[in-house]
């Protein structure tokens, strides 16, 4: 089915009168060295801020959490130098801060972000369930009842890490099922601030309930194509997320 490009259209200029600047942002060029493992040492730099992203981001590594060169080179076994161009790429997403005599920390959480960017995500995550109703195919929402059905199954089993990672590969898929390309590449960019935030929220009995049943409603919507409704319930629902995780901050602060 062909990209609807209008809704893109539309979403672009809406979020830039909201004045969000949105486009991803440039990454500084990890340099390579002119001797032979140059490219080798290229390649280790990105896995090992791969392994630390995913550390930031399921909350092994808190905001605040010094890093210290040694310890992470001892850890991982490399050489400080492609430790330090990973470190140049998180710094770069702003997911590690550096300041002169204190070095690198991972950046704090700041509720006046989290609270700009949740919204954004709603809206973001509301046209591509209207999209996704319309140009899902049938193996796409197999998957995504797969998904669905393992994210019940955590919360069955009451396993909340398990819980988490399914559904994050939940709304990654209904992103990409809306086939737009432009709005996968906003959401990507801010999908990892809510990621870190999220684990900073402790889910209450009540509230992982009330997630669960929800998102038997995205699932529900989703199979009926029913665009509207679907946008609506993926709205409330990444609402409802920052109230958790609001409120979870301003208890620890």
Not at 110 to 127: C, D, I, K, N, R
């Amino acid at each position: 089915m062909a990209r609807i490009a209008r809704p893109a259209t539309w979403l672009s200029f809406l979020l830039m009168q909201w004045g969000y600047n949105l486009m991803p942002r440039a990454r500084p060029k990890i340099s390579e060295s002119k001797t032979s493992d140059g490219k080798k040492r290229t390649t280790l730099a990105v896995q090992l801020a791969e392994q630390l992203r995913e550390m930031i981001f399921d909350g092994d590594l808190e905001p605040g959490t010094r890093l210290q060169e040694e310890d992470l080179s001892q850890r991982f076994g490399v050489s400080r130098t492609p430790l330090r161009e990973a470190l140049k790429l998180l710094i770069a997403e702003d997911l590690i801060s550096f300041q002169p005599n204190r070095g690198a920390t991972v950046t704090q959480l700041s509720l006046t972000e989290l609270a700009e960017t949740f919204p954004v995500m709603g809206v973001l995550e509301a046209l591509a369930g209207e999209l996704a109703a319309i140009s899902a195919s049938d193996a796409d929402l197999d998957t995504l009842r797969q998904l669905h059905d393992e994210i019940v199954a955590n919360y069955t089993a009451r396993n909340l890490k398990a819980y988490f990672a399914a559904n994050q590969r939940f709304h990654e898929r209904l992103v990409e099922a809306a086939s737009n390309d432009t709005l996968a590449t906003h959401y990507h960019q801010l999908a990892g601030r809510v990621r870190r935030a999220r684990y900073r929220a402790n889910l209450s009995p009540e509230r992982w309930a009330q997630s669960v049943k929800e998102h038997e409603q995205i699932i529900a919507a989703l199979e009926a194509r029913d665009g509207a409704a679907l946008s609506k319930i993926l709205r409330a629902h990444i609402d409802h997320k920052f109230e958790t995780v609001r409120d979870a901050i301003l208890k620890n602060d």
